[in-house]
């Protein structure tokens, strides 16, 4: 089992959720749960940051299809740097989204994946201190 719908099934079976518990506990929609788990609708930013927040699930296995899901497991971050990732990519997508609010701008889907990979380089080089590269990048772009 290594399809991202299957995974997110066997989360929601190792926690013993049913559909309409997994969306009460991500405060979304049951239909969206089931579309995510058959393959109809890709999860999204919303999906993955509540999944995180509420569960110990590891991104990094979770998005990985080289790695199999193992029977009654729901692998957790096992090192600072796991959790540090997600961390650090929640605040370049939120860095991304306030700069573009506050110049009154809109991206397309792709210049708005970019932005937020170089917002997460600079946090990983940068740390706390990338604010104002972050915004001088929103602003150029």
């Known amino acids: ?14 926690l013993q959720l049913s559909r309409r518990a997994m969306g009460e506990l991500l405060d979304i929609p049951e239909g969206k ?5 058959i393959g109809g609708q890709r ?3 919303e999906f993955l940051s509540r999944l ?5 699930v590891d991104l990094n296995w979770l998005l990985d ?3 199999p899901a193992l029977e009654g497991v729901v692998p957790t971050g096992t090192s600072e740097v796991k959790f ?6 929640r605040l370049a997508i939120e860095a991304v989204e306030e700069g573009l ?14 932005l937020i990979a170089a917002a997460y380089e600079l946090l990983e080089q940068e740390g706390e201190g990338a604010t104002a590269q972050i915004i ?4 150029m772009a």
């Not at 540090?84 to 990519?89: G, I, P």
């Not at 609010?101 to 970019?114: G, L």
Request: charged share 45%.
């Open 1 to 14: 089992m290594t399809d991202f719908k299957e995974k997110i099934r066997h989360v929601r079976d190792v």
């Open 33 to 37: 749960v089931q579309k995510i788990e």
């Open 43 to 45: 999860a999204d930013h």
């Open 52 to 56: 995180l927040e509420e569960t110990e």
């Open 65 to 67: 299809n080289r790695q």
């Open 84 to 89: 540090s990732d997600a961390d650090r990519l």
């Open 101 to 114: 609010d506050a110049f009154d701008r809109q991206a397309s889907p792709k210049i708005k994946a970019s």
């Open 136 to 139: 001088r990048l929103v602003r």
